[in-house]
Structures are given as structure tokens and as C-alpha cells.
């Protein structure tokens, strides 16, 4: 009988240790769980603030791409109206008859005769007009030659070719392209950054 209070009270004991241990068992695992939850939450903040930060990247890189399309639609729809208002303006001069034509033809050909007089005066140019234009040209001795590819003004080149100089009101208009287009663009781009 001794020993039945002996293993009573070492059962008693154990049970005493086992709560014990379940008791911080669950003090534990209430621990590791609080934890376990501060870090779950600043692990979902960290990711939440770089979700939020390739979202805002994304967002500037696609309101910057539509900026970027939307300048470059605008250049586009500005230099088609400048390019239709230089055609209409070709049209119109190639249209021209009679005397409107006539001087036109004889003020492209006197300001070509000045520019080849200061750079070639040591030799005549050959005169190179559209053949509907040949009477209206008055070259003082210069050989003329009609040439279907001149269709409204006056083109010199040396007795060779080599030498070309152009006054047409195509090239004309070119020049004046080039003056135009760079400014335009200037104004587009300064629009588009501001």
C-alpha cells in the first residue's frame, strides 16, 4: 500500500508537469502565432508597397508611352496640313497661265541668272525649261533646251551636268518645307514636354 500513495502521488505529480507543460505548450504556440502573424503582416506590407510601386512605374510608363503617341499624332496631323497646304500651293502655281506664268518663269529665270553670274560667270549655263515654257525664256545667247522633268521654273547646269543649279518652284517649296517642318516640330515637342 505504500506504494500506491507513492504512484498516486508521482501520477499526481506527473499530471501536475503535464498541465504545466500543455500550459505552456499553449503559451507558446499563442507566442509563435502572434509572431507568426506580425510577420505575415509586415511581409503583406512589404509586398503591398511594392505591388504600389510597380503599379506607379507601370501607370508613368503608359501616361508617358500615350504623351509620346499623342505628340507624335499631333506632329503627324501638323505636317499632313503643311504638306497640303505646299501641294495646293504647287498646284496653284502650276496652274498659272499667261502672263502670271509668264513672269514667273522670267523672275525664277533672272534670279538664277544672278546666282550662276556670282558663282560661274567663267562659263554659260545650258537653260533647261519645260518645253511649254520655251517661249517665255529670253536667254540672251545661252543654249535652251526643253525638258519635260522642269515643270514650272528654271534649271542651269554646266555643259557637262555636273553643275546644277535649280530655281523651280518644286524646289522652291522644298526649301521652304525644310524652314518650316523644324519649327513646327520645336513647337510640338516644346508643347508636349511642357
Excluded at 503599379?55 to 500615350?66: D, H, I, P, S
Amino acid at each position: 500500500m505504500a506504494q500506491d500513495p507513492l504512484i498516486a502521488a508521482l501520477e499526481e505529480d506527473a499530471r501536475g508537469q503535464a498541465a504545466r507543460i500543455i500550459e505552456e505548450a499553449e503559451e507558446a504556440r499563442e507566442v509563435l502565432l502572434r509572431q507568426v502573424r506580425e510577420e505575415a503582416l509586415k511581409e503583406a506590407e512589404v509586398r503591398l508597397l511594392e505591388a504600389r510601386e510597380r503599379l506607379g512605374k507601370t501607370r508613368a510608363a503608359a501616361v508617358n508611352g500615350a504623351r509620346t503617341r499623342a505628340a507624335g499624332l499631333k506632329l503627324a496631323v501638323r505636317q499632313e496640313l503643311i504638306q497640303r497646304a505646299i501641294d495646293e500651293a504647287a498646284k496653284r502655281f502650276f496652274s498659272l497661265n499667261g502672263e502670271e506664268r509668264s513672269r514667273l518663269v522670267a523672275r525664277l529665270y533672272a534670279e538664277l541668272e544672278r546666282e550662276w553670274a556670282r558663282a560661274r560667270s567663267y562659263e554659260p549655263p545650258v537653260v533647261r525649261v519645260n518645253p511649254a515654257d520655251l517661249k517665255l525664256i529670253e536667254a540672251g545667247g545661252a543654249v535652251v533646251l526643253p525638258d519635260e522633268s522642269v515643270a514650272a521654273g528654271v534649271v542651269f547646269t554646266s555643259a557637262d551636268g555636273r553643275v546644277r543649279f535649280e530655281n523651280t518652284v518644286s524646289s522652291r517649296m522644298e526649301r521652304a518645307k525644310k524652314k518650316m517642318i523644324p519649327a513646327i516640330n520645336e513647337m510640338l515637342f516644346d508643347e508636349a514636354l511642357s
